[in-house]
């Protein structure tokens, strides 16, 4: 089947048809709100009647409660992601796997912290997911160092240790690792900006759904940094959205939330987020702020997938939602474990 998908423009349609398809058997609102009141053994039980009922056969002899959970979104989340790599064919599948590169940052990044916490192998493993280029044989050697440093030394070669060279005894040193998250998350949208302007087809649709989810992050960045004293925010913006990273420090130091509010309206000009904008002038919570930021991201992208249907944008799309599906999913099992009210819990999805 593989070599029939990667020929011809039926390929394409075939690919983004195939995503539509699995967009659909994702879990609806409806069903979030069933599980939220469930306990954690009901929730593991109504999952494994979805398509995360092999992971869960498979791991339930090896785990229980919230590991299985745990472990068993992350293998099925790294699964459907290979197996959406398998059916897209030719630039299609470049431009995702330089997309799903996203996830060699949230592993290393993972492993690094773990490492650094004295946290066992297998805690830290039960978080990773190998869908990025880094595959689970690199990770579980990484895993086997044995000590942070060890790990930076392991991933020499690979497109982001020049800045672990770089940014690693810096974050060693002061304990926090977030600079240099913001460092390779900045190279890794330079890098899909340049994936999407090398001139190939289909560039002009990646390279607006990747400045939409710049400017998002951005404007999440702002709001957050609003309840804070931050200075200088140029280090935490990423280039390459509707905004320069000048412009977004002048924006950081507004006199109030309506004057912010007021600038991003007249520069990013998306219905959804004008709507949600005018509500946070209502003293909206800033967690609910980024969380409904999340959602109209996601809406723009869906009309962006409809308005290129047989281009990278359906296939972008459905990923996405795959993620919040994963992360919905770990949202209810943490929150029921912790025994945290329903209502609280709800705060935390993305539906």
Same mark, same amino acid.
């Given at each position: 089947m593989a070599e029939v998908v990667n020929r011809g423009p039926g390929s394409y349609i075939y690919a983004t048809t195939r995503m539509?398809?699995?967009?659909?058997?994702?879990?609806?609102?409806?069903?979030?709100?069933? /599980?939220?009141?469930?306990s954690l053994p009901e929730i593991t039980r109504f999952i494994e009647?979805?398509?995360?009922?092999?992971e869960i056969d498979e791991l339930s002899?090896?785990?229980?409660?919230?590991?299985?959970? @745990?472990?068993?979104?992350?293998?099925n989340l790294a699964k459907e992601y290979q197996k959406v790599l398998d059916i897209t064919p030719g630039i299609l599948k @470049?431009?995702?796997?330089?997309?799903?590169?996203?996830?060699?940052?949230?592993?290393?990044?993972?492993?690094?912290?773990?490492?650094?916490?004295?946290?066992?192998?297998?805690?830290?493993?039960?978080?990773?997911?190998?869908?990025g280029g880094l595959d689970k044989d690199l990770l579980d050697s990484l895993l086997n160092e044995d000590s942070p440093e060890r790990v930076v030394d392991a991933l020499k070669g690979t497109g982001f240790s020049s800045l672990l060279g770089e940014e690693f005894p810096a974050a060693q040193e002061s304990g926090s690792f977030a600079r240099l998250e913001n460092e390779l998350y900045k190279q890794y949208f330079a890098d899909l900006i340049v994936a999407a302007k090398s001139g190939v087809k289909g560039g002009v649709a990646f390279l607006e759904y990747i400045r939409f989810e710049i400017?998002?992050?951005?404007?999440?960045?702002?709001?957050?940094?609003?309840?804070?004293?931050?200075?200088d925010v140029r280090d935490m913006m990423i280039e390459g959205g509707s905004f320069t990273v000048e412009e977004l420090q002048r924006l950081a130091g507004t006199e109030s939330i309506?004057?912010?509010?007021?600038?991003?309206?007249?520069?990013?000009?998306?219905?959804?987020?004008d709507a949600l904008l005018n509500e946070v002038?209502?003293?909206?919570?800033?967690?609910?702020?980024?969380?409904?930021?999340?959602?109209? /991201?996601?809406e723009q992208m869906e009309k962006l997938s409809k308005r290129h249907p047989f281009s990278i944008c359906p296939i972008l799309v459905y990923l996405k939602k795959k993620r919040y599906e994963v992360e919905n999913l770990r949202a209810l099992a943490r929150g029921? @474990?912790?025994?945290?009210?329903?209502?609280?819990?709800?705060?935390?999805?993305? /539906?």
């Open positions: 539509r398809v699995r967009k659909i058997k994702l879990v609806p609102r409806e069903d979030y709100l069933r /599980m939220l009141n469930m009647e979805t398509q995360y009922k092999a002899s090896s785990f229980s409660g919230i590991d299985l959970m @745990e472990v068993a979104l992350s293998w @470049e431009f995702t796997q330089n997309y799903l590169r996203r996830w060699d940052i949230q592993n290393v990044l993972n492993i690094l912290r773990g490492k650094t916490q004295g946290l066992s192998s297998g805690k830290i493993k039960a978080v990773l997911i190998p869908a400017d998002i992050r951005n404007i999440q960045t702002l709001f957050r940094l609003k309840t804070g004293r931050v200075s309506d004057d912010l509010i007021d600038a991003v309206k007249s520069r990013v000009r998306v219905a959804p987020l002038r209502e003293n909206m919570s800033i967690h609910e702020i980024e969380n409904r930021l999340t959602c109209v /991201m996601l029921k @474990e912790s025994n945290i009210p329903s209502e609280r819990i709800q705060d935390y999805l993305v /539906m």
